[in-house]
């Protein structure tokens, strides 16, 4: 009885042992963007415990000074900027208050897909009519998608369909107390073709 005792423990910890490795891997192998934005336990919008309208910059610097995977931390005319991987962004404030009231994150070029946003910030709300972009180079259909909390993001696409899908490529992320723009009148009704009256982005 003993030894049955004995055995049973032994497998019930290799076992526990082995759930822990494959729950590391796992976690390891997650994309960069899924440790980025993983939830924080704040109310949105939120991002590593910083709120808009709540938090100062001196408190957002001393929380992201915390953080091993922040680096180059520093404030410029941009606001307190930072870089994260391959990822960098800027935390903006009022004037007055020294108030967070912007957060912008950009993410390395291609890394980051409209499905991808998708999968973190749940199905958008609306998007705002395309337009197409040229910066030296083939025309580029652009767009800006709203999600809940004042989620928005700017994707772009080396097409000039005017259509929306997965794979367009995200160039930045925002999150801003200031309400929704005028612009955002197109709710959103899934990867499909956007209004092109915009014409050329200006």
């Not at 001393?62 to 520093?74: A, C, E, F, K, S």
Request: glycine content about 8%.
């Amino acid at each position: 009885m003993k030894r049955l005792w004995r055995g049973t423990l032994i497998l019930l910890a290799v076992l526990s042992a082995v759930q822990g490795c494959l729950l590391t891997v796992s976690k390891a192998s997650d994309p960069p963007f899924l440790t980025l934005f993983a939830q924080q336990g704040c109310d949105s919008p939120c991002w590593h415990h910083i709120q808009l309208g709540k938090t100062t910059l001196t408190q957002a610097e001393v929380i992201l000074r915390q953080d091993m995977t922040i680096r180059d931390l520093g404030f410029s005319e941009d606001g307190l900027c930072w870089t994260a991987g391959n990822w960098q962004g800027c935390l903006g404030s009022d004037s007055g208050q020294q108030t967070v009231n912007s957060m912008t994150f950009y993410p390395p070029d291609g890394d980051f897909r409209l499905g991808d946003a998708v999968q973190v910030f749940g199905e958008p709300l609306a998007s705002a009519d395309a337009c197409l972009f040229q910066d030296d180079g083939p025309f580029e259909t652009t767009a800006l998608i709203l999600f809940a909390h004042q989620v928005q993001l700017t994707v772009s696409a080396p097409t000039a369909t005017f259509s929306l899908s997965p794979s367009m490529r995200v160039n930045m992320i925002s999150y801003s107390r200031v309400p929704s723009p005028a612009q955002f009148s197109s709710p959103w009704r899934g990867f499909t073709l956007l209004n092109d009256s915009a014409g050329n982005c200006e």
